[in-house]
Nanobody, 119 residues
Framework: QVQLVESGRGLVQPGGSLRLSCAASGFAFRSTAMRWYRQAPGKERELVAS???????NYAESVKGRFAISRDNANNTVTLQMNSLKVEDTAVYYC?????????????WGQGTQVTVSS
């Protein structure tokens, strides 16, 4: 059974930092690309950062230079380090895995964790 469990929710002031983690189980984490998304109130869910099985990373323009995604294959976790946070980073953050089985892609999402940036 595939499970993704996010942690690290919090309230932080603008300019502050927060670290989110996603604990994965039930699939071959080491060979799976992982992604972080976010969804702000009234907006569509957007891709924030991704990391391939080989460790290559990509970021949305809005978070480049401020956020860093990493993975720990020994502990099946993917982390999003968020620095220099802005009010507009306020959202529910989700981690996602896409598994390919017999040529069909299955998407799995965590339950989400709230990040609020406010003074």
């Amino acid at each position: 059974q595939v499970q993704l469990v996010e942690s690290g929710r919090g309230l932080v002031q603008p300019g502050g930092s927060l670290r989110l983690s996603c604990a994965a189980s039930g699939f071959a984490f080491r060979s799976t690309a992982m992604r972080w998304y976010r969804q702000a109130p009234g907006k569509e869910r957007e891709l924030v950062a991704s990391i391939t099985s080989g460790g290559n990373t990509n970021y949305a323009e809005s978070v480049k230079g401020r956020f860093a995604i990493s993975r720990d294959n020994a502990n099946n976790t993917v982390t999003l380090q968020m620095n220099s946070l802005k009010v507009e980073d306020t959202a529910v953050y989700y981690c996602k895995a896409v598994l390919i089985r017999i040529g069909i892609a299955y998407e799995y999402w965590g339950q989400g964790t709230q990040v609020t940036v406010s003074s």
